[in-house]
């Protein structure tokens, strides 16, 4: 199972980019996880938003590999708890599947890649900053595969 973390921004600070590593390491190699930036749309004077959003998700949607599910994190979306993420794993892991996780810009997903998304995920009702999403999503993504190898790193 491969995940690929399609992100708006790019040029993250180090304390990103060291959180985000230390829990990519912690994963093995059977449990890929790659993340793929992409540039913020133009927002200006000159630009609206809606044309920035819309490029953005175009920028996502041609950077979803063929066949891949797709997961957009989307504050509308159903929140899951550790354990639902962990069983959700385990489904998927079944399915020899490959998934796309979605992380919009500062305004949100495009509504083409809503649309495009298999399921909706909240991690919180919380309005977080995209680089800290970042970190939360792989941590959550190696606690849950910590549950389902009885890794010691989960402590419920």
């Known amino acids: 199972m491969r995940f690929k973390i399609i992100a708006v921004g790019t040029r993250m600070p180090a304390w990103v980019e060291e959180g985000y ?26 630009s609206s938003i809606e044309k920035a959003m819309a490029k953005e998700g175009q920028q996502m949607l041609a950077a979803i590999p063929k066949g891949d ?16 993420l962990a069983s959700n794993l385990a489904s998927w892991s079944m399915e020899n599947s490959n998934y796309s996780v979605l992380i ?13 998304a298999d399921a909706k995920w909240s991690l919180s009702a919380l309005t977080l900053p995209h680089p800290l999403v970042r970190i939360v999503l792989i941590e959550q993504l190696y606690r849950a595969w910590s549950i389902l190898n009885n890794h010691p790193y989960h402590k419920a």
């Open 104 to 116: 919009g810009g500062p305004d949100g997903l495009a509504a083409d890649c809503l649309a495009r």
């Open 21 to 46: 590593k230390d829990y990519a390491k912690r994963l093995p190699r059977d449990f890929a996880v790659e993340v793929v930036e992409l540039p913020l749309g133009p927002r200006g004077k000159s």
């Open 69 to 84: 599910k797709v997961i957009a994190l989307d504050v509308l979306g159903k929140p899951w708890s550790t354990e639902k």
